[in-house]
């Protein structure tokens, strides 16, 4: 009985994948519905994904990649260029690692495209978690951002590795019994590896990764911040800033070696 299934089996699908619909190769399901274009540069499914086997749309359509988010698929496009220059000047890396670079704070974006649906990357950047900052990008920057995440992502296989690092960023989480919290996090947020999510504010900017080389380099004279610039900052920041807005803090010394472990805990890759 159990043999005669198993015949019966390989016979329909070797009927089946010999069948009309296979016999232009991988696109026959799609050509049904759909005229090619972008010839020559691959297969629907090599830029789209879905299922060419089938004709019924919902199955076509498995973790379908939309037009807008295919871009990346072309060799030197535009979307991606704007995309990656926006990671840039937002400080993504920061947090992320994208194209190989960055801070591993947050997820590691360069698994994207396995693991994360288009439209899921763009919500996230939409709706950002609660340690991410709101960066109110325009629908147009948002699909360029996820075509160049995704642009960095195709090929890149994760590195076993990537999975070891534990985040936390629960909102609530009582956090409030260390210096950065007593002292900063009124008004900044920061990702650390060690003690996860800490700080409540956004009037000043995310201090994620800041003593890292993908911070913004807002120190004086366009440098990147170091713990002999924080110190005089905290003294005053007008001293480095004309018109910095931040009140100087003053901390005792070991409550600053303190505050330097928690800021420089992030991991570089
Ligand atoms: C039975 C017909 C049918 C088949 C088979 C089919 N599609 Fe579609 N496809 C549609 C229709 C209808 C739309 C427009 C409505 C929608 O998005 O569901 C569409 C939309 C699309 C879009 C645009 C989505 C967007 O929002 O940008 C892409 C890309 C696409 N299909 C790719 C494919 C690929 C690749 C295959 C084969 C693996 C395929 N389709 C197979 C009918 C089909
Ligand atoms: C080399 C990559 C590539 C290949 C191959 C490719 N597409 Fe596309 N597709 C794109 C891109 C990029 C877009 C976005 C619009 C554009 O730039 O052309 C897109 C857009 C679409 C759209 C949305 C409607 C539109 O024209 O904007 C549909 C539907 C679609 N593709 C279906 C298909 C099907 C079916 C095949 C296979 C016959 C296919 N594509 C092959 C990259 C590709
Ligand atoms: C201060 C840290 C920080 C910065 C800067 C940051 N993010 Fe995030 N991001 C997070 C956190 C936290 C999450 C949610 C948890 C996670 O995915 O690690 C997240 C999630 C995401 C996700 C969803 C990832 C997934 O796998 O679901 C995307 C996409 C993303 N960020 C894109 C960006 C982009 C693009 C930028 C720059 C414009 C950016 N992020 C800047 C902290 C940051
Ligand atoms: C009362 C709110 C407040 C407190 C408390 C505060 N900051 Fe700030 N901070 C700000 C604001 C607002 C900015 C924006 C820059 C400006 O003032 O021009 C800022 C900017 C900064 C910057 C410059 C970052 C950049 O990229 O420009 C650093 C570094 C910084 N703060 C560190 C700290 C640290 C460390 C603490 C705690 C010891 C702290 N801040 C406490 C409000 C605060």
């Known amino acids: 009985m159990g043999l005669r299934l198993s015949i019966l089996t390989v016979f329909l699908v070797l009927l089946w994948t010999t069948g009309p619909h296979f016999y232009n190769g991988r696109n026959t399901g799609c050509l049904e519905c759909h005229s090619a ?4 540069w691959g297969t629907c499914v090599d ?4 299922d060419p086997r089938t004709q019924r749309i919902q199955i076509a359509h498995h973790r379908l ?3 807008e988010y295919a871009c990346f698929t072309l060799p030197e496009s535009p979307v991606v260029e704007t995309g990656q220059w926006l990671i840039d000047i937002s400080g993504c890396r920061r947090c992320h690692q994208t194209g190989q670079q960055g801070n591993g704070l947050a997820s590691n974006l360069d698994g994207s495209l396995d693991k994360k649906m288009p439209e899921v990357l763009a919500d996230a950047i939409n709706k950002p978690a609660v340690f991410m900052p709101h960066f109110n990008f325009q629908e147009t920057d948002v699909t360029r951002l996820v075509n160049a995440i995704l642009a960095s992502s195709a090929g890149y296989a994760l590195k076993s590795t990537d999975f070891g690092q534990a985040i936390h960023f629960e909102e609530d989480k009582e956090d409030s019994d260390n210096v950065f919290s007593r002292n900063c996090g009124g008004c900044h947020r920061i990702l650390t590896q060690s003690i996860g999510g800490i700080g409540k504010g956004d009037i000043g900017p995310n201090l994620s990764g800041i003593f890292s080389d993908f911070y913004f380099q807002t120190f ?10 924080l110190g005089q900052w905290l003294k005053n920041p007008r001293d480095i800033r004309t018109n910095a807005q931040m009140p100087p803090v003053h901390l005792k010394k070991d409550e600053f070696g303190h505050l330097l472990k928690i800021l420089d805990s992030y991991v570089s890759s």
């Open 47 to 50: 830029c789209h994904r879905g």
């Open 65 to 67: 990649v939309p037009g």
């Open 220 to 229: 004086k004279g366009r440098k990147s911040w170091n713990s002999t610039g």
């Open 37 to 40: 274009h972008h010839e020559g």
